[in-house]
């Protein structure tokens, strides 16, 4: 490809030249609110007045709000896919949609733990409800980490008649999210200890298990030392919860947390089944200890690379006498069984297993082909971007995830 036109790609993947995102980056790894500069606009939005959303004519009195929450060190550059997709639809079926990419946790405020971001964000909705009083219908789509703040941000905006900041809750959607939490001594660890250490094992065997070992130990260290608050919530070592408990663990048991995702008329849970080496497929698709993820052929037999299954909700678990907490389930094998079918006792779930294709040839698509670059970026290690894919966090490089997209619009109900 010419040097101008790959200047060009990379001008609109990060808004400037790569010389302009080095500094920007560097700045950005340097930067420290405490002594920061404070700088006055008279144009400058406060938390309450968030950015409005993409708005088109047609849509000038929207009824449904469909909020993106972007995951860990993302921001709303990483819903443009997804973003782009839906107001398409709505646009062609004449729909009255409102898509906010939400803005309130962007990059390393994502780090601040998830009862504080889900607070930041849970503001930023209620001020988009307040300025569009025509809404009436509420659903919500998050990647990775923005699946569970959008989980913590919904117990706040719960009312006691049903619905979330006074609407009507539709559906709650989650993208390779990591629900029951990252421990390592759980079948949800991050898979990338098992990639890691893969070719070592082969070659070495049981010597190597040492430094798994090892590996799974310091893991939650550097995680809350890395991602700070956040990261010591998502491995489970952090004591935020009610009674002292890890914060994930109350938010898979808590009335608090479980009723406004009963009151949404669709649960969904897209999940990697292969290539995803930060969250597993067992914390993502919410599968206890004995149920196994599709083959890759079962999946490419639909000829899009998902594949659709239900998940009937669990019998009700019983609850302590105020009703607050399920403690006990029955036949739980494990912590994780426990968290998971307190979670699937809400209600039916829809998941939806994700495999992506290893040649160009498997991704024919054509009803969102406006979205696609002009040039396919194909590098080593595919693979391990498996986790973005899901999403399209850059076109560029996740194009390959562009049929999850089309299956994920197509299937929203707007």
């Known amino acids: 490809m010419p040097p101008l036109a790959l200047r060009g790609h990379v001008r609109r993947a990060f808004g400037g ?4 995102f080095h500094h920007f980056f560097r700045r950005l790894m340097h930067f420290d609110p405490a002594t920061a500069p404070s700088v006055v606009r008279t144009n400058a ?4 007045t968030p950015e409005p959303s993409h708005r088109d004519d047609w849509d000038s009195q929207p009824e449904h709000l469909v909020i993106l929450v972007n995951g860990l060190f993302g921001s709303v550059r990483n819903w443009r896919a997804i973003d782009n997709a839906i107001r398409s639809r709505a646009k062609k079926e004449s729909r009255r949609v409102l898509v906010h990419s939400t803005r309130a946790n962007s990059y390393f405020q994502t780090f601040d733990g998830v009862d504080v971001c889900s607070e930041r964000l849970a503001s930023e909705v209620l001020a988009i409800v307040e300025a569009n009083r025509s809404l009436k219908n509420i659903s919500v789509i998050g990647h990775s980490l923005g699946g569970v703040l959008a989980r913590h941000a919904l117990s706040r905006l719960y009312r006691e008649d049903g619905t979330i900041a006074g609407l009507t809750p539709l559906q709650y959607i989650t993208l390779a999210t990591p629900h029951v939490g990252v421990s390592p001594t759980s ?5 990338f200890l098992e990639w890691i250490g893969g070719r070592e094992e082969r070659l070495l065997g049981n010597r190597f298990q040492p430094v798994k070992k090892t590996l799974a130990t310091i893991s939650p260290y550097v995680g809350s030392l ?3 608050r956040t990261g010591s919530q998502l491995f489970l070592t952090d004591t935020d919860g009610s009674a002292g408990r890890p914060l994930l663990i109350d938010m898979a048991l808590n009335q608090r947390f479980l009723a ?3 009151a949404f008329r669709r649960r969904v849970a897209y999940a990697n089944v292969s290539g995803d080496h930060l969250v597993a ?6 599968a206890r200890l004995h149920e196994s993820s599709p083959t890759e052929d079962d999946i490419f037999q639909t000829g899009r690379g998902v594949l659709l299954s239900r998940l009937e909700g669990d ?9 607050n907490t399920r403690q006990s389930i029955p036949e739980a094998d494990s912590q994780h069984d426990e968290l998971v079918s307190s979670l699937r006792s809400v209600g039916a779930w829809d998941r939806v297993d994700v495999c992506f294709p290893s040649s160009e040839k498997a991704l024919e698509l054509e009803t969102y082909h406006a979205t696609m670059p002009l040039v396919r970026l194909s590098i080593p290690l595919i693979s391990s971007l498996t986790h973005n894919h899901i999403q399209v966090t850059h076109p560029v490089v996740n194009w390959r995830g562009l049929h999850v997209v089309e299956h994920l619009v197509e299937n929203l109900n707007l």
């Open 17 to 20: 030249s790569p010389f302009q």
């Open 45 to 48: 939005r406060t938390p309450e």
């Open 187 to 191: 079948p949800s660890a991050l898979p």
């Open 226 to 228: 890395a991602i700070r």
């Open 260 to 262: 406004p995702l009963k």
């Open 281 to 286: 497929w067992q914390g993502s698709a919410l």
């Open 315 to 323: 019998v009700e678990m019983s609850s302590e006498r105020n009703g």
